[in-house]
């Protein structure tokens, strides 16, 4: 056995080396400021009126870039609340079965008091071995940040940080306003980008810092553009990229659309109700991240036919955290009850395609 004294340099190593891509994007944005503010706007622009107006600008579309960024890096992901987490007498009892089917049974006894809907491919409950939790719906382990994370997106080498439904806001405003960053010093550089092709500039340093300043503005451009609207896809499906990659499953089976109820309220899941938050990066998902409302919830006859419901582990969500609470009791008779979800027509067509893709789902609802 290696001594734990080493095992724990080892991983202070590792974390250390996990800051590389987060210091690096930091070298790039200083060394963007310093090229723009100072060789760009003030030693090179001469008409004041322009000077002032990029500056201005500039340093708006900055505060708020690099505040979203600061957020998605420095926000704690959430962790299942402990009314997921196995207690001491499930755990014995569990220890003591050895067979995976009565397992099985104390854990579906568990599920049944937890808003739980999603099970795992072959239909059983999810659960963690290593954190010794039952997982809430669309959370996940993961494995570099060694927890299980309340809808986990992913783990983010940019951000040290696993992304997910604490800091999800956060990372699509870091990606909307990195992109527009880029944007407008892509647009502002052009016509000093064009005048270095044409001799236009005085031979000093700051063209060489013009230059490559639109070169990687651009560049950060196309690749920033293309993983934003992938976000923006998903969210208005209401999906995360684990979920893109493999649908959940649910009691009836698999669906990709299990957590839709449109796209006006996927969205309003994420960024919340009150429009003046939704630009801010601080935090207004609605929702405490365990349960979320589908439209699957109430063909699920094992579970209480909300969920919120009598459900324990909502009253509890917001405790000790830094989030302003909103209870899914609220949030979900919100998402749910009021009108426009279900007469989008996108919603239409989707129950529709359930209904004929999933028959076990109408006969269950039926009986
Ligand atoms: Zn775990
Ligand atoms: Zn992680």
New binding site residues.
Partial sequence: MAPSGSCSIKRGCQRALYWIPVLFIALIVAWSYYAYVLQLCIESIEDIRQKVVYLLVYHAIFIMFVWAYWQTIFTK?MNPLKEFHLSYSDKELLEREDRGESQQEILRRIARDLPIYTRTNSGAIRFCDRCQLLKPDRCHH????D?C?LK?DH?CPWVN??VGFSNYKFFMLFLAYSLLYCLFITATDLQYFIKFWTNGLPDTQAKFHILFLFFSASMFSVSLASLFTYHVWLVCKNRSTLEAVRAPVFRHGTDKNGFSLGVSKNFRQVFGDETKFWPIPIFSSLGDGCSFPSCLVNLDPEQPSSPSGSNPANKNAAEGRHFPSKLLRESQSRLLTSTPSWTESENAADKDKKGASNPGMTIENEA
Avoid: E, L, Y
């Fill in positions: 992901p993961c494995s570099v940040c927890k994370i986990m783990h940080n696993c």
